[in-house]
């Protein structure tokens, strides 16, 4: 979203090309051109059955990758949501391999959780996700024995959510997975490569999330749905687009 005017009547197939002009604007050409080759050099050695759109969340929350293997496809004609998805995608495929807990799970509900109790009213806006996509979330982990659900004590009605012993110990296992999968994405592609990939996404994300541009771009437009519903105060660490439908934020 954005406040410059809205896209009406704008053909879905010229929506991609529009929203990266809006970006040039926002972010410099400069430093989105840094991005764009960035991940073309990622996406020309990744498999070329990858999908153009971002990872949608199946059965555990967990990423699909291509059901076959692919040659590498041209990738100098992608736009840049492609290129982003799937290189976003990929890595998450190759994090899931290794791992017993979903990406989305780890990178967002695990990620707010703690052993002092967190109120489940809150989640949705600590972890930048919707209500229904960390009712989910938290469904999969009780079942893992990750998290579990109790009385608030500081409160007559409500819940809190806090990890178990085996919830501490996947999280710090997939704090060290994802550190790992990097390093991997070093060795493979390039450490010079895979450094300016990062140093492309922080001038946009600004990890310290205190000075994101990403801001600039989450302003509702007045009259629409978003506008009448709370803002967001951060926003999620991977994108959970469920499989029943919904936007990057689970929405």
């Given at each position: 979203?954005?406040?410059?005017a809205p ?13 990266e002009?809006?970006?040039q604007?926002?972010f410099?050409h400069?430093a989105?051109?840094d ?20 990872p949608?969340?199946?059965y555990?929350l ?8 692919s040659p ?39 990620r707010?959780l703690?052993q002092?109790?967190v ?10 996700a ?9 469904g ?12 608030d ?5 409500g ?8 919830g501490?110990?996947?999280?710090d296992?997939c704090?060290?997975l994802?550190?790992a999968?990097?390093d991997d ?8 490569g ?13 990890p ?9 771009g989450?302003?509702p ?15 999620p ?5 469920l499989h ?8």
């Open positions: 979203m954005s406040s410059a896209l009406e009547g704008v053909a879905a197939t010229a929506l991609p090309g529009v929203v002009e809006r970006w604007e926002r410099g400069e989105l051109g991005l764009r080759e960035s991940l073309r050099a990622v996406a020309a050695r990744l498999d070329g059955g990858l999908p153009d759109c971002l949608i969340l199946g555990g967990r990423t699909s990758g291509p059901e076959r293997v590498p496809g041209d990738v100098s004609g992608l736009s840049l949501p492609t290129l982003l998805s799937r290189v976003l995608l990929a890595f998450a495929v190759e994090f899931e391999r290794r791992s017993d807990v979903a990406l989305a799970i780890s990178a967002n509900l695990l707010v703690g002092p109790g109120r489940v009213r809150d989640l949705p806006l600590l972890a930048g919707s209500k229904e996509a960390i009712s989910m979330a938290m999969i982990a009780g079942k893992q024995g990750l998290a579990v659900l109790e009385p004590p500081a409160a007559s009605r819940k809190v959510a806090r990890l178990t012993p085996g501490r110990s996947a999280q296992g704090r060290r994802l550190t999968t990097e994405w070093q060795e493979r592609f390039g450490s010079d895979i450094r300016g990939l990062r140093q492309a996404l922080d001038r946009l994300a600004a310290d999330g205190t000075s994101s541009p990403l801001w600039r989450l302003e437009y007045p009259g629409g749905w978003r506008a009448s519903v709370p803002r967001p105060r951060t926003l660490h991977f994108p959970m687009v029943r439908g919904g936007f990057p934020d689970g929405s």
